[in-house]
Every structure is written in structure tokens, then in C-alpha cells.
């Protein structure tokens, strides 16, 4: 219980900045005499993805609102700076960053000489995203990692090479992962833990495995109110990665963060991969023009292009492996667009000896996330027990209740808890800013996110290897 009340305050703490806007920060920014509360300066890498600017669309107390930005310069950049300009002149809490650009081919060795910042944020191609994080951090630089910090296994030796220079140099490495502050993922992991609501955690078996997620992500969407320009290199999986080790590690990650909170997962003992496959998304020219405004596929994608007009994404990925004895399954997918009114979709179904935690996100939904406790008896000893497990964590999470739904009971959420997808990176920004001040992160962190990171580019090797294709 105390856990669940340290995370639910952290979770309120959040949400309050996220609502208020940061007026501190704002009038910090404004030159209010706040400027020594400073304590963190940001500088932003070569941003090549939306996830940059989302970083900075609040503010934050502590954080120079002046941010170096290092880049070769190009679309990708100007995507960047378009973005963090619409923030700060958005009517309703504006921000009020500064970003000061330095743009040339050697951005990288430019950034670690100068040091005008303690922070690096990164979020983009994913190439040399890993040997981007292991100078940074060998530099003595923080860093917040986008996912994916590593695509393939030889990336995924490279971070382990990281972490260990980030513990000696007294920094931290932390990457995103916003699916964590997602109201229906935090109360399926609080239902878990209750034994009189869910019982324990089944082992479950290769055909029916215990846990089970899913979600499908969409290349054609719309961020910050415009439609997403993607570049044309994040249909290449050599530059963004497969969906398994894209993606795939936010699934990953959940499996991890709710069957087994705050344990430090050692992958070498505590991971088996069992089967692994990937297959394709075909995208017309038409569709990918429409996504990356570029006329024709690029020459490093012609590999993947049949007959002249057809493009073979590397987009889809499904792991079974075992985690701490359990069987659990990840799929990943990616689609052209949702259907109208809809997004991004999760799936996610948990088995307990008492019951199934499943969060659903389909039509019936209206494409909202909802979140299912479906007993393995209805009894009336268990709806009594379970009002009164509900009615306890109200106390955390005011406002939530249950209703009755087929097969069990739906858990009713207060809109007030859904802050949105883009909202989550600056939940996620203020956690590292709190294990910033601490100088360290939870003790589990470092293990799970090579845990992490071993699946997903593993489970890679494994597809790649089954689809006849060499291991990147």
C-alpha cells in the first residue's frame, strides 16, 4: 500500500503542473528573479522526431528556459523549432523557451565541447542514437533517451556499455516511457496487486499465455493539433528500428513495470524468448507522399519497395517469451490511419487466479481505453470484496467506482485523469527531474531497462532470423 500511495502521489503531482501550466516556470521564464532556481539546463540532439518538441511543450520550474539545440540543420530541425514556436505563442499557457541552434555537420563533437547544458534530450533517428548516448554520458552529460535507446542487439551491448559509464561518471540515463502514466495502465497495475481483487499473477502457458498486449499505432496522425510530416528514414529499419524493438519496448516495458513492480529483473536469468515473427504493412506511394510529403521512396528503401509503387514496412512484431516464470505475449502493429474518431489503440489482458484485468479500446469503447475486472466467479462474496478493494483505492484515486459489464465489472475513470498522450512526456520530464534532484534512480530502473532492451532486440534477432533476414 505504501507503494501504490507514493506512485499515486507522484501520478497527482504530475497532473497538477500539467493543468496549471507551470505559472512558477512561466514567470521564471519571463525574467520574474526566479532565474537561479535554474538548476537544469537542457540542450536538444539532432531532433528528428515530434518527441523532442512534446518534451517542452510545459514548462518546468527548475529547467533554463534557454535550450541548446545541436543539428545538421534540414527539415527535421525546422520541424523541431516549428513545433516549440507553436507552444510559446498558443493563447492559453503559453511557454516561453529560448532555443539557441547550432547547425553543422559536427553537432555532435560541438555539443560535447561546449557543455551548455547538464541535460541532453533525444529523439529522433535511431541509427546512432546509442553511440549518440554512450559519448554523451561518457562526457558526463544526463541524458533522456526517446525510445528506442538501442534496435538491435550489437546497440543493445553498446547501452549495457552506457549504463555502466553513466554509473561511473554519477549520471543518468532514463529513457520515455509515457504508456506509465496512463490512468487505465496505472490502475491495472494497482488492481494486480490487490490478491482479493485479482488473486496472483497465473503462469499461464505458450497457447494462452498469462499476459497479453497489444497496441497499433498509425503512420498517418495528427500531433499538436496539425497533421505529422514523418521523414522519410522512419520507414527505414536500419535508421527507426523494427516494430518489436521500436514500439514494442513500450509493451515490453508495461509487462515489467505491472506484473513485477519494482523488482530488478536480471535478463540473463530471468528472460526466455520463445518465438518470434515479424511481418509487413504494404503503403501505396500515394500513402507515403501523403505521410512524408517526398515524391518518391529513397534510395535506401528500395529494397523494400515491389513493384515500384508498393512499400513493405517493416512494421509489425510479435514476441512469446517467459519473464520470471510467466508466458507472456507482445504484439506490435502499425496501420496507414484510424478510423475516424479513433487513434492509437492498446490491448493489454492480465490473468490472475481470481480474475482477468483487461483493458479494451475498441468500437465498443468508442476507442477510449477501458478497463475490465472480469471475475473467474461472480460471486457475491466477490462483488462485496471488490467494492470494498474499490472504495480503498478511491482513497488514492479519487472518484474512480465500478459499474456492472458482461462478465464482470467496468471500472469507471474521472475525465479529469485523462491528460492525454501528449501530456505524458511532461509527467515523464518532471519523475527525472525528482530522480535528477535525488542523483540516482529507483533501484530496479537500470535493470529493467536492459531487461527491456534485451527483449525487444533479442526477440529482433529472433524474427530476423525466422524470416530468413540476418540480424542487424
Known amino acids: 500500500m505504501q507503494m501504490i500511495r507514493y506512485g499515486a502521489i507522484l501520478f497527482f503531482s504530475q497532473l497538477l ?121 561518457d562526457a558526463g552529460l544526463n541524458v533522456l533517451g526517446d525510445k528506442p535507446m538501442a534496435i538491435n542487439m550489437e546497440g543493445f551491448r553498446l547501452l549495457e556499455k552506457a549504463f555502466a559509464a553513466a554509473a561511473r561518471n554519477n549520471v543518468l540515463l532514463y529513457d520515455i516511457m509515457t504508456e506509465r502514466l496512463e490512468i487505465t495502465n496505472i490502475l491495472q497495475k494497482e488492481l494486480a496487486q490487490l490478491p482479493e481483487v485479482f488473486g496472483r499473477l497465473k503462469k499461464g502457458s505458450v497457447e494462452d499465455p498469462a499476459v497479453q498486449m497489444e497496441s497499433v499505432h498509425f503512420f498517418y496522425k495528427y500531433v499538436s493539433g496539425q497533421a505529422l510530416t514523418r521523414p522519410d528514414w522512419f520507414f527505414d529499419p536500419a535508421q527507426q528500428g523494427d516494430a518489436l524493438a521500436d514500439v514494442g519496448t513500450h509493451l515490453i516495458d508495461l509487462v515489467q513495470w505491472e506484473c513485477f513492480p519494482q523488482a530488478a529483473i536480471d535478463y540473463k536469468k530471468d528472460i526466455s524468448i520463445l518465438s518470434a515473427r515479424s511481418w509487413p504493412t504494404p503503403l501505396t506511394l500515394s500513402q507515403f507522399k501523403n505521410i512524408t510529403k517526398k515524391d518518391a521512396f529513397p534510395s535506401f528503401l528500395k529494397q523494400y519497395v515491389k513493384s515500384d509503387t508498393l512499400l513493405q514496412t517493416h512494421a509489425n512484431g510479435e514476441v512469446n517469451y517467459i519473464l520470471k516464470g510467466t508466458f507472456a505475449r507482445v504484439t506490435a502493429r502499425w496501420e496507414y490511419k484510424a478510423p475516424d474518431g479513433s487513434g492509437d489503440t492498446h490491448h493489454s489482458l492480465l490473468k490472475g487466479t481470481k480474475a482477468a484485468l483487461e483493458i479494451r479500446q475498441g468500437a465498443e469503447e468508442n476507442y477510449q481505453p477501458t478497463l475490465y475486472i472480469l471475475p473467474v466467479a461472480r460471486t457475491k462474496g466477490y462483488a462485496e470484496g471488490l467494492q470494498r478493494a474499490i472504495s480503498k483505492l478511491a482513497k488514492t484515486y479519487p472518484g474512480i467506482a465500478v459499474e456492472e459489464a458482461q462478465g464482470g465489472w467496468k471500472v469507471n475513470i474521472p475525465q479529469t485523469y485523462k491528460v492525454g498522450h501528449e501530456a505524458h512526456f511532461a509527467q515523464v520530464m518532471e519523475r527525472y527531474l525528482q530522480y535528477l534532484k535525488q542523483k540516482k534512480l529507483p533501484s530496479w530502473e537500470v535493470p529493467g531497462m536492459l531487461a527491456k532492451y534485451y527483449t525487444a532486440t533479442k526477440a529482433l534477432q529472433v524474427a530476423q532470423a525466422g524470416n530468413g533476414l540476418h540480424a542487424q
Not at 496549471?20 to 531532433?47: F, H, N, W, Y
Not at 547550432?102 to 557543455?115: C, P, V, W
Open 17 to 137: 503542473l500539467v493543468q496549471k501550466g507551470r505559472c512558477q516556470s512561466m514567470d521564471m521564464a519571463k525574467g520574474s528573479g526566479k532565474e537561479r532556481a535554474a538548476t537544469v539546463r537542457l540542450i536538444t540532439l539532432d531532433p528528428g522526431h515530434f518527441h523532442a518538441a512534446l518534451v517542452q511543450k510545459s514548462m518546468y520550474p527548475v529547467i533554463d528556459p534557454v535550450v541548446h539545440v545541436y543539428a545538421p540543420g534540414g527539415p527535421e530541425l525546422q520541424a523541431h523549432l516549428n513545433l516549440v514556436k507553436q507552444y510559446n505563442g498558443r493563447a492559453e499557457n503559453p511557454t516561453h523557451w529560448t532555443e539557441q541552434v547550432y547547425e553543422g555537420r559536427d553537432y555532435l563533437n560541438k555539443m560535447i565541447a561546449e557543455k551548455k547544458g547538464n541535460v541532453v534530450v533525444m529523439a529522433g533517428n535511431n541509427r546512432l542514437k546509442t553511440e549518440y548516448i554512450k559519448q554523451a554520458v
